[in-house]
């Protein structure tokens, strides 16, 4: 495989079927006002249970496809989504729902985006908590947004993430090889998950993010569980340092080639 990777484009997981479209229209011309609107439209399940959300809705939390969050946000609100949600009435979901639906809504404008699977430095002092974020092109660069924390105090500009503020997976794992970072302060909060193997785990997550296949957070293939279990070796971290210098480069001809590779490429079972 080689070539480009239009990221003003849908991908498998980013495409909007027609049914949907009239409740996009509309949709603001400038990035950063079109990620404002997500942060209206996805609730996560720490604040929906504070809410007392009924259960039932916690499934919102396991969909892949962008179009299945639309679909639930509409089967909630009809109204287009450039209307205001109360929480109640916002899809449960990850940071991960914040970023791809972002980033489907971006493409959806023709605007070049990706989403990126990472670790942010900005919610626990001297730590990388998994998330995910959102990139579009402008002026020649990607800029970094995080659509879930706009408006909020959490950083300066989260509609333009300074550097070091969010690691993809991939930067992470670079950090980590060369003694930047101490592995085991990056991982998830409220679990046991922390050191390389997660690190291993988002470097792959982004890599498929590149390629416009844009998993679960909890989403696993390839050798992904045997890393999980610590049963991998100097190969598959040779791999992941592999991973890693190919998403650095922003070489989309490379970043293809590399995902179509065995243990890397995102089984078609998990896809629409």
Do not use: K
């Amino acid at each position: 495989m080689t070539g480009t990777i239009d990221y003003a484009t849908a991908g498998p997981l980013t495409t909007v079927d027609p049914i949907h479209e009239p409740a996009l229209a509309n949709l603001p011309s400038e990035p950063v006002e079109i990620c404002r609107l997500v942060h209206g439209l996805v609730i996560q399940p720490r604040d929906a249970t504070g809410l007392g959300i009924a259960a039932e809705r916690f499934g919102e939390n396991q969909l892949r496809p962008v179009d299945g969050m639309i679909g639930a946000l509409l089967a909630l609100d009809p109204a287009p989504l450039t209307v205001p949600r109360g929480p109640n009435r916002r899809v449960i979901g990850t940071c991960r729902h914040f970023a791809v639906l972002s980033c489907a809504l971006l493409r959806h404008r023709g605007i070049a985006a990706r989403a990126r699977c990472g670790f942010a430095t900005y919610f626990q002092p001297e730590h990388g908590v998994d998330h995910w974020i959102t990139e579009y092109r402008h002026d020649g660069r990607w800029v970094r947004i995080d659509s879930e924390i706009l408006g909020l105090s959490v950083v300066a500009t989260p509609e333009n993430l300074a550097a070091g503020e969010f690691l993809t997976g991939g930067e992470a794992w670079a950090a980590f090889r060369t003694g930047q970072i101490d592995a085991a302060r990056f991982g998830v909060p409220g679990t046991d998950n922390w050191g390389p193997a997660e690190i291993r785990g988002n470097a792959i997550r982004d890599l498929a993010a590149l390629n416009r296949v844009e998993m679960l957070p909890w989403d696993e293939w390839g050798r992904m569980e045997a890393s999980y279990q610590g049963r991998t070796g100097p190969d598959y971290d040779d791999l992941i340092d592999t991973v890693a210098a190919t998403c650095a480069t922003d070489d989309a001809g490379a970043v293809g080639n590399l995902y179509a590779s065995a243990d890397l490429a995102v089984p078609t079972t998990f896809l629409p």
